[in-house]
């Protein structure tokens, strides 16, 4: 199988900081997509943003932005300022087909945010 | 309002016996799916729909069958449900290709 692998299982970090959670994976095809969810305490998954894997350029949606390696075949999600309610778990996932959908999703880092 | 509804949210059933999840979406996605969260494992793929009757395995897809014959449905079943089948059980949805998916919220089963 093709994983995904989130090797940080936990982070902490000082409010207004910036962090990186890391994420690699395996994969055979040219052309897919890279995704980054966050599950927030009360157990709700949500998108937060996505990098198709034929652009150069690093996504950035609000204070979230991805550092795109094609070549070491990794995905980080940078947050900056960093907020109290970002302390969540996060999950990096890939399409492994390219027009269906078919997500697989890494272990997940846990973030915890102090004050 | 973009929705994935789960029922039930939370369920306890005797193993041996049969489980019923049900899901439904009101954003006439074509591509549904079944999760499932266990601790230190992430999200493993149970099976995936890509329209009505169209359905493909996942990742663990044993001891798991699933039904939709609705666009806007998709049914996980549990025949004899077994104890290692205790999880958290997340449904979604999506246009399918690179596009956002939308979770549910989850479905908390235990099997005792």
């Known amino acids: 199988a093709q994983k995904v692998t989130q090797t940080q299982t936990s982070i902490s970090v000082v409010e207004k900081t910036t962090v990186t959670m890391d994420c690699v994976y395996e994969?055979?095809?040219?052309?897919?997509?890279l995704f980054w969810y966050k599950q927030t305490a009360s157990g709700e998954i949500v998108f937060l943003i996505r990098?198709?894997?034929?652009?150069?350029e690093n996504a950035t949606v609000g204070h979230y932005s991805l550092n795109f390696q094609k070549p070491k075949s990794s995905i980080g999600l940078i947050i900056t300022a960093t907020q109290i309610e970002d302390s969540a778990v996060y999950f990096c996932?890939?399409?492994?087909?390219?027009?269906?959908?078919?997500?697989?999703f890494g272990q997940g880092t846990k973030l915890s945010i102090k004050p | 309002d973009m929705k994935v509804t789960q029922m039930p949210r939370y369920l306890i059933k005797r193993m041996g016996e049969n489980v019923l999840l049900e899901c439904g979406q009101d954003?006439?996605?074509?591509?549904m799916y079944w999760y499932r969260q266990d601790p230190g494992l992430g999200l493993q793929l149970i099976y995936i729909?890509?329209?009505?009757?169209?359905?493909s395995e996942g990742d663990i897809p044993k001891g798991y069958r699933v039904s939709r014959k609705k666009r806007e449905h998709f049914s996980l079943i549990l025949d004899s449900a077994k104890t290692n089948q205790t999880s958290v059980y997340f449904c979604?949805?999506?246009?399918?290709?690179?596009?956002?998916?939308?979770f549910g919220k989850g479905t908390r089963l235990t099997v005792v």
């Open positions: 979604a949805s999506s246009l399918g290709g690179g596009t956002e998916v939308f």
């Open positions: 994969t055979r095809d040219s052309s897919y997509f």
């Open positions: 990098q198709d894997s034929y652009k150069k």
């Open positions: 996932a890939r399409s492994l087909d390219y027009n269906q959908g078919k997500l697989i």
């Open positions: 954003m006439s996605h074509e591509t």
């Open positions: 729909s890509y329209d009505v009757d169209s359905n």
